[in-house]
Protein backbone atom coordinates (compact mmCIF):
# COMPACT_ATOMS: atom_id res chain seq x y z
CA UNK A 1 0.00 0.00 0.00
CA UNK A 2 1.66 3.63 -0.94
CA UNK A 3 1.44 6.10 1.18
CA UNK A 4 -1.03 8.15 0.03
CA UNK A 5 -3.54 4.87 -0.31
CA UNK A 6 -2.63 4.45 3.31
CA UNK A 7 -3.35 8.37 4.30
CA UNK A 8 -6.70 7.92 2.39
CA UNK A 9 -7.66 4.52 3.95
CA UNK A 10 -6.88 6.46 7.77
CA UNK A 11 -8.80 9.69 5.97
CA UNK A 12 -11.87 7.46 4.92
CA UNK A 13 -11.54 5.20 8.13
CA UNK A 14 -12.16 8.62 10.44
CA UNK A 15 -14.97 10.01 8.21
CA UNK A 16 -16.34 6.71 8.68
CA UNK A 17 -16.10 7.27 12.97
CA UNK A 18 -17.49 10.44 12.52
CA UNK A 19 -20.99 9.36 12.60
CA UNK A 20 -23.91 11.36 14.28
CA UNK A 21 -27.70 9.99 14.93
CA UNK A 22 -30.42 12.33 15.05
CA UNK A 23 -33.60 11.60 17.65
CA UNK A 24 -37.01 10.18 16.43
CA UNK A 25 -38.79 12.89 17.21
CA UNK A 26 -37.67 16.03 15.18
CA UNK A 27 -39.58 18.49 12.72
CA UNK A 28 -39.50 18.03 9.17
CA UNK A 29 -37.21 21.19 8.79
CA UNK A 30 -34.11 18.79 8.31
CA UNK A 31 -35.65 16.17 5.77
CA UNK A 32 -37.09 19.15 4.25
CA UNK A 33 -33.47 20.47 2.75
CA UNK A 34 -32.80 23.24 6.01
CA UNK A 35 -28.68 22.74 6.85
CA UNK A 36 -29.49 23.29 10.40
CA UNK A 37 -29.33 20.33 12.86
CA UNK A 38 -29.95 21.71 16.48
CA UNK A 39 -27.91 20.24 20.08
CA UNK A 40 -31.22 19.36 21.25
CA UNK A 41 -31.92 17.10 17.61
CA UNK A 42 -29.19 14.86 18.31
CA UNK A 43 -29.36 11.45 19.90
CA UNK A 44 -26.31 10.34 19.77
CA UNK A 45 -22.63 11.38 18.30
CA UNK A 46 -19.55 9.04 18.36
CA UNK A 47 -16.56 9.63 20.60
CA UNK A 48 -13.74 11.28 19.19
CA UNK A 49 -15.19 14.30 16.91
CA UNK A 50 -13.24 17.49 17.35
CA UNK A 51 -15.02 21.12 17.24
CA UNK A 52 -15.22 21.94 13.27
CA UNK A 53 -14.55 18.01 12.23
CA UNK A 54 -16.74 16.78 9.11
CA UNK A 55 -19.46 14.68 10.59
CA UNK A 56 -21.92 11.86 8.60
CA UNK A 57 -25.27 12.64 10.21
CA UNK A 58 -28.02 9.94 9.76
CA UNK A 59 -32.30 10.06 11.09
CA UNK A 60 -33.04 7.45 13.75
CA UNK A 61 -33.43 4.82 10.89
CA UNK A 62 -30.35 4.86 9.85
CA UNK A 63 -31.00 6.31 6.65
CA UNK A 64 -28.58 9.07 5.46
CA UNK A 65 -29.11 12.63 6.10
CA UNK A 66 -25.84 14.71 4.59
CA UNK A 67 -22.46 15.43 5.81
CA UNK A 68 -21.59 18.93 7.80
CA UNK A 69 -19.34 20.52 10.08
CA UNK A 70 -19.81 19.92 14.06
CA UNK A 71 -19.51 22.70 16.53
CA UNK A 72 -20.08 21.75 19.94
CA UNK A 73 -19.73 25.35 21.45
CA UNK A 74 -22.58 26.49 18.85
CA UNK A 75 -26.12 26.20 19.32
CA UNK A 76 -26.53 25.05 15.64
CA UNK A 77 -24.49 21.97 16.56
CA UNK A 78 -23.99 21.03 12.78
CA UNK A 79 -24.52 22.97 9.54
CA UNK A 80 -25.10 20.70 6.55
CA UNK A 81 -22.43 20.93 3.31
CA UNK A 82 -24.18 18.55 1.16
CA UNK A 83 -26.43 15.29 1.20
CA UNK A 84 -24.82 13.75 -1.23
CA UNK A 85 -23.10 11.00 0.68
CA UNK A 86 -20.37 10.06 -2.09
CA UNK A 87 -18.84 13.98 -2.46
CA UNK A 88 -15.85 13.91 -0.04
CA UNK A 89 -15.48 17.12 1.98
CA UNK A 90 -12.04 18.41 0.97
CA UNK A 91 -9.99 21.36 -0.23
CA UNK A 92 -11.05 20.34 -4.12
CA UNK A 93 -14.81 19.80 -2.78
CA UNK A 94 -14.62 24.21 -1.89
CA UNK A 95 -12.72 25.06 -4.91
CA UNK A 96 -15.89 23.47 -7.26
CA UNK A 97 -18.40 25.17 -4.80
CA UNK A 98 -16.82 28.45 -5.26
CA UNK A 99 -16.26 28.12 -8.84
CA UNK A 100 -20.03 26.70 -9.22
CA UNK A 101 -20.98 30.34 -7.17
CA UNK A 102 -18.98 32.29 -9.77
CA UNK A 103 -20.88 30.42 -12.85
CA UNK A 104 -24.09 31.37 -11.16
CA UNK A 105 -23.06 35.10 -11.09
CA UNK A 106 -21.91 35.46 -14.27
CA UNK A 107 -25.19 33.85 -15.39
CA UNK A 108 -27.75 36.02 -13.83
CA UNK A 109 -25.61 38.72 -14.95
CA UNK A 110 -23.65 40.09 -11.52
CA UNK A 111 -20.03 40.35 -12.56
CA UNK A 112 -17.94 43.17 -11.38
CA UNK A 113 -19.58 43.49 -8.30
CA UNK A 114 -21.58 41.00 -6.20
CA UNK A 115 -21.84 38.25 -3.29
CA UNK A 116 -19.87 35.65 -4.72
CA UNK A 117 -20.56 33.40 -1.85
CA UNK A 118 -23.91 33.91 0.17
CA UNK A 119 -23.69 31.22 3.35
CA UNK A 120 -26.47 29.10 3.23
CA UNK A 121 -27.77 30.12 -0.19
CA UNK A 122 -25.08 28.37 -1.50
CA UNK A 123 -24.59 25.72 0.41
CA UNK A 124 -21.43 27.13 2.27
CA UNK A 125 -23.10 28.14 5.39
CA UNK A 126 -21.88 31.05 7.05
CA UNK A 127 -19.12 31.65 4.47
CA UNK A 128 -19.61 34.92 2.88
CA UNK A 129 -17.75 36.10 -0.06
CA UNK A 130 -17.74 39.71 -1.82
CA UNK A 131 -16.31 40.51 -4.75
CA UNK A 132 -15.55 44.01 -5.65
CA UNK A 133 -14.21 44.22 -8.71
CA UNK A 134 -10.42 42.53 -8.48
CA UNK A 135 -10.89 42.60 -4.77
CA UNK A 136 -12.19 40.02 -2.47
CA UNK A 137 -13.51 40.35 1.06
CA UNK A 138 -14.13 36.91 3.38
CA UNK A 139 -15.86 36.02 6.05
CA UNK A 140 -15.81 33.17 7.74
CA UNK A 141 -18.40 32.99 10.54
CA UNK A 142 -18.44 29.53 12.15
CA UNK A 143 -15.87 27.21 13.35
CA UNK A 144 -16.70 24.52 10.26
CA UNK A 145 -15.97 27.27 7.44
CA UNK A 146 -13.27 29.04 9.37
CA UNK A 147 -10.95 25.85 9.41
CA UNK A 148 -11.18 26.14 5.22
CA UNK A 149 -10.04 29.53 4.82
CA UNK A 150 -6.62 28.77 3.14
CA UNK A 151 -8.91 26.81 0.68
CA UNK A 152 -11.09 29.68 -0.24
CA UNK A 153 -8.15 32.04 -0.48
CA UNK A 154 -7.12 29.34 -3.22
CA UNK A 155 -10.18 29.41 -4.72
CA UNK A 156 -10.34 32.78 -5.36
CA UNK A 157 -6.26 33.09 -6.53
CA UNK A 158 -7.44 30.04 -9.27
CA UNK A 159 -10.17 31.46 -10.53
CA UNK A 160 -9.92 35.22 -10.24
CA UNK A 161 -6.11 36.47 -10.29
CA UNK A 162 -7.50 39.05 -7.64
CA UNK A 163 -5.80 42.00 -6.84
CA UNK A 164 -6.11 41.54 -2.94
CA UNK A 165 -8.22 40.00 -0.47
CA UNK A 166 -8.86 40.86 2.48
CA UNK A 167 -10.38 38.86 5.86
CA UNK A 168 -13.12 40.88 7.58
CA UNK A 169 -13.70 38.58 10.78
CA UNK A 170 -14.34 41.28 12.63
CA UNK A 171 -18.16 40.09 13.68
CA UNK A 172 -19.50 39.54 16.88
CA UNK A 173 -21.06 36.12 16.06
CA UNK A 174 -18.04 34.45 15.48
CA UNK A 175 -18.04 34.67 19.35
CA UNK A 176 -20.71 31.90 19.37
CA UNK A 177 -18.63 29.63 17.81
CA UNK A 178 -15.52 30.26 20.17
CA UNK A 179 -13.66 32.14 17.43
CA UNK A 180 -11.76 35.16 17.62
CA UNK A 181 -12.62 38.57 16.42
CA UNK A 182 -10.44 39.48 13.60
CA UNK A 183 -9.37 41.07 10.36
CA UNK A 184 -6.26 41.46 8.09
CA UNK A 185 -4.75 41.17 4.36
CA UNK A 186 -5.23 37.09 3.03
CA UNK A 187 -2.94 38.40 -0.04
CA UNK A 188 0.09 40.80 0.06
CA UNK A 189 -1.28 44.18 1.64
CA UNK A 190 -2.91 46.63 -0.60
CA UNK A 191 -4.39 49.66 -0.38
CA UNK A 192 -7.97 48.69 1.35
CA UNK A 193 -9.61 52.25 -0.10
CA UNK A 194 -11.11 51.15 -3.81
CA UNK A 195 -12.88 52.63 -6.13
CA UNK A 196 -16.12 50.44 -7.07
CA UNK A 197 -18.41 51.48 -10.06
CA UNK A 198 -22.50 50.89 -9.33
CA UNK A 199 -25.30 51.89 -12.12
CA UNK A 200 -22.79 54.16 -13.20
CA UNK A 201 -21.89 55.93 -10.31
CA UNK A 202 -18.63 55.82 -8.03
CA UNK A 203 -17.95 54.92 -4.84
CA UNK A 204 -15.44 55.13 -2.77
CA UNK A 205 -15.26 51.23 -0.40
CA UNK A 206 -13.28 50.86 3.03
CA UNK A 207 -12.62 47.26 2.84
CA UNK A 208 -10.40 47.60 5.84
CA UNK A 209 -12.65 49.33 8.27
CA UNK A 210 -16.20 50.13 6.12
CA UNK A 211 -19.20 48.34 7.95
CA UNK A 212 -19.38 44.64 7.45
CA UNK A 213 -17.59 43.96 4.21
CA UNK A 214 -17.49 47.88 3.92
CA UNK A 215 -20.32 48.34 1.40
CA UNK A 216 -24.00 46.98 1.37
CA UNK A 217 -24.29 45.18 -2.38
CA UNK A 218 -27.38 44.00 -1.27
CA UNK A 219 -29.44 47.01 -2.25
CA UNK A 220 -27.43 47.49 -5.67
CA UNK A 221 -31.40 47.07 -7.54
CA UNK A 222 -33.27 48.76 -5.11
CA UNK A 223 -30.54 51.73 -5.60
CA UNK A 224 -31.77 51.50 -9.23
CA UNK A 225 -35.39 51.82 -8.13
CA UNK A 226 -35.84 54.80 -6.92
CA UNK A 227 -34.31 56.73 -10.01
CA UNK A 228 -37.73 57.88 -11.43
CA UNK A 229 -39.57 59.02 -8.24
CA UNK A 230 -36.88 61.25 -7.57
CA UNK A 231 -36.93 63.40 -10.25
CA UNK A 232 -36.85 67.19 -9.13
CA UNK A 233 -37.63 66.00 -5.55
CA UNK A 234 -36.24 67.41 -2.24
CA UNK A 235 -34.87 64.26 -0.75
CA UNK A 236 -34.13 63.22 2.49
CA UNK A 237 -32.24 59.70 3.54
CA UNK A 238 -31.63 58.52 6.70
CA UNK A 239 -28.72 56.10 7.51
CA UNK A 240 -26.99 57.21 4.70
CA UNK A 241 -24.07 55.55 5.59
CA UNK A 242 -21.93 56.14 2.16
CA UNK A 243 -24.50 57.79 0.59
CA UNK A 244 -24.97 55.08 -1.82
CA UNK A 245 -28.92 55.82 -2.20
CA UNK A 246 -28.56 59.38 -1.78
CA UNK A 247 -26.15 59.91 -4.67
CA UNK A 248 -28.25 57.92 -6.32
CA UNK A 249 -31.02 60.23 -6.02
CA UNK A 250 -28.77 63.17 -6.79
CA UNK A 251 -27.47 61.51 -10.29
CA UNK A 252 -31.43 60.75 -11.06
CA UNK A 253 -32.35 64.35 -11.26
CA UNK A 254 -33.48 65.64 -7.64
CA UNK A 255 -33.63 68.73 -6.95
CA UNK A 256 -31.93 68.75 -3.04
CA UNK A 257 -31.06 65.50 -1.26
CA UNK A 258 -29.87 65.45 2.26
CA UNK A 259 -28.47 62.29 3.99
CA UNK A 260 -28.07 61.76 7.59
CA UNK A 261 -25.86 59.16 9.66
CA UNK A 262 -24.91 58.75 13.44
CA UNK A 263 -21.90 58.11 12.02
CA UNK A 264 -19.05 61.06 11.52
CA UNK A 265 -17.05 58.68 9.86
CA UNK A 266 -19.80 57.30 7.03
CA UNK A 267 -20.78 60.88 6.68
CA UNK A 268 -17.02 61.91 6.00
CA UNK A 269 -17.16 58.93 3.22
CA UNK A 270 -20.79 60.22 2.10
CA UNK A 271 -19.32 63.04 1.25
CA UNK A 272 -16.36 61.83 -0.83
CA UNK A 273 -18.45 59.97 -2.53
CA UNK A 274 -20.49 63.00 -3.54
CA UNK A 275 -17.05 64.85 -4.72
CA UNK A 276 -16.37 61.53 -6.70
CA UNK A 277 -19.52 62.00 -8.82
CA UNK A 278 -19.02 65.71 -9.11
CA UNK A 279 -22.76 65.38 -7.60
CA UNK A 280 -21.74 68.00 -4.52
CA UNK A 281 -24.16 70.73 -5.33
CA UNK A 282 -27.08 68.70 -4.85
CA UNK A 283 -26.23 66.44 -2.43
CA UNK A 284 -24.90 67.00 0.86
CA UNK A 285 -24.41 64.89 4.33
CA UNK A 286 -24.99 66.18 8.09
CA UNK A 287 -24.09 63.84 11.27
CA UNK A 288 -27.77 63.38 13.20
CA UNK A 289 -29.29 60.73 15.02
CA UNK A 290 -32.42 59.89 12.77
CA UNK A 291 -35.00 59.22 15.58
CA UNK A 292 -34.47 62.15 17.28
CA UNK A 293 -33.60 64.48 13.62
CA UNK A 294 -36.46 63.07 11.98
CA UNK A 295 -38.80 64.10 15.53
CA UNK A 296 -37.86 67.47 15.73
CA UNK A 297 -38.29 68.03 11.75
CA UNK A 298 -41.87 66.93 11.81
CA UNK A 299 -42.29 69.29 14.75
CA UNK A 300 -40.59 72.23 12.97
CA UNK A 301 -42.55 71.87 9.81
CA UNK A 302 -40.04 70.89 7.54
CA UNK A 303 -41.42 68.66 4.51
CA UNK A 304 -39.92 66.69 1.92
CA UNK A 305 -41.10 64.79 -1.43
CA UNK A 306 -39.23 61.93 -0.83
CA UNK A 307 -38.40 60.18 2.81
CA UNK A 308 -35.72 57.05 2.48
CA UNK A 309 -34.71 54.90 5.57
CA UNK A 310 -32.64 52.11 5.66
CA UNK A 311 -31.71 51.39 9.27
CA UNK A 312 -29.16 49.00 10.11
CA UNK A 313 -30.79 45.23 11.89
CA UNK A 314 -32.51 46.05 15.17
CA UNK A 315 -32.53 42.50 16.58
CA UNK A 316 -30.69 39.51 15.79
CA UNK A 317 -32.76 37.41 18.33
CA UNK A 318 -36.79 36.56 19.10
CA UNK A 319 -36.40 38.10 22.89
CA UNK A 320 -35.71 41.51 21.64
CA UNK A 321 -38.23 41.08 18.23
CA UNK A 322 -40.84 43.85 20.30
CA UNK A 323 -38.70 46.56 20.07
CA UNK A 324 -37.26 46.27 16.48
CA UNK A 325 -40.99 46.20 15.49
CA UNK A 326 -41.51 49.20 17.79
CA UNK A 327 -38.19 51.16 16.58
CA UNK A 328 -39.93 50.44 12.88
CA UNK A 329 -42.87 51.69 13.53
CA UNK A 330 -41.28 54.56 14.92
CA UNK A 331 -38.63 55.47 12.32
CA UNK A 332 -41.64 54.78 9.64
CA UNK A 333 -44.12 56.87 11.02
CA UNK A 334 -41.52 59.91 11.56
CA UNK A 335 -40.50 59.55 8.18
CA UNK A 336 -44.23 59.71 6.57
CA UNK A 337 -44.98 62.36 8.93
CA UNK A 338 -42.54 64.45 6.61
CA UNK A 339 -43.78 63.68 3.42
CA UNK A 340 -46.04 66.26 1.38
CA UNK A 341 -48.97 64.69 -0.43
CA UNK A 342 -48.34 62.47 -2.89
CA UNK A 343 -44.87 62.35 -2.61
CA UNK A 344 -42.56 59.01 -1.42
CA UNK A 345 -41.56 56.79 1.53
CA UNK A 346 -38.98 54.63 0.36
CA UNK A 347 -38.09 51.92 3.43
CA UNK A 348 -36.40 48.96 4.13
CA UNK A 349 -35.55 46.52 6.61
CA UNK A 350 -32.49 44.22 6.85
CA UNK A 351 -33.48 42.24 10.29
CA UNK A 352 -33.51 39.04 9.72
CA UNK A 353 -36.62 37.78 12.14
CA UNK A 354 -39.24 40.40 10.77
CA UNK A 355 -40.62 38.51 8.07
CA UNK A 356 -41.98 40.27 4.67
CA UNK A 357 -45.46 40.32 5.98
CA UNK A 358 -44.61 41.67 9.47
CA UNK A 359 -42.80 44.77 7.70
CA UNK A 360 -46.07 45.54 5.83
CA UNK A 361 -48.19 45.39 8.71
CA UNK A 362 -46.13 47.79 10.59
CA UNK A 363 -45.32 50.17 7.57
CA UNK A 364 -49.50 49.85 7.43
CA UNK A 365 -49.37 50.97 11.75
CA UNK A 366 -47.30 53.73 11.13
CA UNK A 367 -49.31 55.03 7.89
CA UNK A 368 -52.37 54.62 9.76
CA UNK A 369 -50.98 56.44 12.98
CA UNK A 370 -49.83 59.44 10.57
CA UNK A 371 -53.44 59.03 9.20
CA UNK A 372 -52.09 59.15 5.65
CA UNK A 373 -52.85 56.65 3.26
CA UNK A 374 -50.27 54.98 1.20
CA UNK A 375 -50.13 53.04 -2.05
CA UNK A 376 -47.78 50.30 -2.96
CA UNK A 377 -44.68 50.72 -5.63
CA UNK A 378 -42.47 48.46 -5.06
CA UNK A 379 -41.88 45.73 -2.76
CA UNK A 380 -38.85 43.49 -3.58
CA UNK A 381 -35.81 41.91 -1.48
CA UNK A 382 -32.08 41.51 -1.76
CA UNK A 383 -30.72 41.49 -5.08
CA UNK A 384 -30.34 38.32 -6.96
CA UNK A 385 -26.33 37.90 -6.38
CA UNK A 386 -27.93 36.88 -2.68
CA UNK A 387 -30.40 34.08 -3.48
CA UNK A 388 -33.47 33.18 -1.78
CA UNK A 389 -33.67 29.74 -0.99
CA UNK A 390 -37.36 28.40 0.08
CA UNK A 391 -37.41 26.60 3.61
CA UNK A 392 -34.08 28.45 4.26
CA UNK A 393 -36.35 31.82 5.70
CA UNK A 394 -32.76 33.37 7.23
CA UNK A 395 -31.82 33.86 2.97
CA UNK A 396 -34.61 36.02 2.52
CA UNK A 397 -33.60 39.12 5.07
CA UNK A 398 -33.95 42.01 3.12
CA UNK A 399 -37.36 44.03 2.79
CA UNK A 400 -37.16 47.10 0.21
CA UNK A 401 -40.74 49.14 -0.23
CA UNK A 402 -41.48 51.88 -1.82
CA UNK A 403 -45.23 53.65 -1.20
CA UNK A 404 -46.99 56.60 -2.13
CA UNK A 405 -47.74 58.57 0.50
CA UNK A 406 -51.32 60.41 -0.18
N1 LIG B 1 -28.24 53.06 3.10
C1 LIG B 1 -26.88 52.55 3.25
C2 LIG B 1 -26.74 51.48 4.33
C3 LIG B 1 -27.18 51.89 5.70
S1 LIG B 1 -26.50 50.92 6.95
C4 LIG B 1 -26.38 52.03 1.92
O1 LIG B 1 -27.16 51.90 0.97
O2 LIG B 1 -25.19 51.75 1.81
C5 LIG B 1 -27.19 51.64 8.36
C6 LIG B 1 -26.59 52.97 8.78
O3 LIG B 1 -27.37 53.48 9.85
C7 LIG B 1 -25.16 52.91 9.32
O4 LIG B 1 -24.34 53.73 8.54
C8 LIG B 1 -25.24 53.44 10.76
O5 LIG B 1 -24.15 54.28 11.10
C9 LIG B 1 -26.51 54.24 10.71
N2 LIG B 1 -27.23 54.44 11.98
C10 LIG B 1 -27.42 53.57 12.99
N3 LIG B 1 -28.21 54.12 13.95
C11 LIG B 1 -28.52 55.37 13.53
C12 LIG B 1 -29.30 56.42 14.05
N4 LIG B 1 -29.94 56.30 15.22
N5 LIG B 1 -29.41 57.56 13.35
C13 LIG B 1 -28.78 57.70 12.15
N6 LIG B 1 -28.03 56.74 11.61
C14 LIG B 1 -27.89 55.58 12.27
Given at each position: ?127 IIDKF??YFVIQ ?25 IYER ?36 V?L????KTG ?192
Open positions: MSLRQLVETRINYLALMNKVYLKRKISNRISGGHPWIFGNEIERVDNGINPGDIVEVFFSDGKFVGKGYINPKSQILIRLLTRDRKQQINEQFFIDRIAGCWEYRKKIGYVENCRLVFGESDEMPQLNDTLALGVDLWKGSFVKAINEIFKPRGNDAPVRELEGLPQQKGFLSEPFDTKIIINENGLKFYDENGQYFLDQQDNRRAITKIVKGAEVLGAFTYTGAFEIHAAHSGAKSVLGIDISESAVKQAGENALLNNLQEVVRFETANAFNTLKQWAKDGRQYDVVMLDPPAFTKSRETIQRAIAGYKEINLRGIKLIRPRGFLITSSCTNLVSPELFLQIIDMAAKDAKRKIRQVVFQTQSPDHPVIRGIESTQYLKFLIVEVQ
